[in-house]
């Protein structure tokens, strides 16, 4: 694939149709893994639709490679989807989504966006915005503009008790987003077109959110934790925990 615009000498971008020998490597040596909080890798459905992007969606597969140390910094994983363009057809979340395109893979329209990754040794170098940009893209060649993402808020883990519609109407001095990944994507030209309070389902026995989090959860009830966006809720040794996300559409 052609470099997104503002992409730098030194970094290459590729599809994994065109390189998957990154593909492979990024998730072989686990290079973005601790991107993410660890009960985040356990979703009760992101593994069905995470795991079925390769091969079958690797041309919407984005690698971004340091070309002085041959060394993959970013990567920005899509899925195609059917959306009429309504809000009424709108996918309620990301695990909606990812399944929704599973389920009908003939009838596909839009791209959704599922996650953009850069490496922590890049970050604070723009790269977020050249994954997005690059996702555009391949939703363009591929006909299935626009694109969406469901994007997980950055600074929501800091006010897991505000409800998810009151966060993202929050704005910084300037009228941009408070939170700084809506922020990019606002730059970017995306808007806001829903807000889903249950996008991403998490459910595990309690002894295992003790795992992820380094907590107890001695009785049943609701509890925030480090990471959460929202508060997980224990019910017989059972703790549920569904993360909100807000949908921003790219027209392009």
Known sequence: MQAPR?????????????????????????????LWPEFNLHGDHTATYFGALFPTYAHLQVLFVDRRADRVVARGRTIALRWDGTLQDLPPGIDAAGLRALDEPDKVTALSALSAEVDRAYQGQHLSGLVLRA?????????????????????????????????????????????????????????????????????????????????????????????GLAPMTVNRGIGTYFEPNVWMLHEL
């Open 6 to 34: 503002g992409c730098p000498d030194w970094l290459g971008a590729f599809t994994a149709a065109e390189r998957p020998d990154l593909w492979h490597l990024a998730r072989d040596r686990r290079i973005f893994e601790d």
């Open 135 to 227: 996702m555009g893209d391949v939703a363009r060649s591929a006909g299935l503009a626009p694109l969406l993402a469901p994007v997980r808020p950055s600074w929501k883990d800091r006010y897991p008790l505000i409800p998810i519609e009151q966060y993202a109407g929050w704005h910084d001095e300037s009228g941009f987003p408070f939170d700084p990944w809506m922020r990019v994507h606002t730059r970017l030209g995306a808007r806001i077109v829903r807000v889903e309070a249950r996008s991403l389902q998490i459910s595990a026995p309690a002894s295992e959110w003790e795992t992820w989090t380094k907590m107890s959860f001695p009785d049943d009830g609701q509890y925030v934790f480090p990471g």
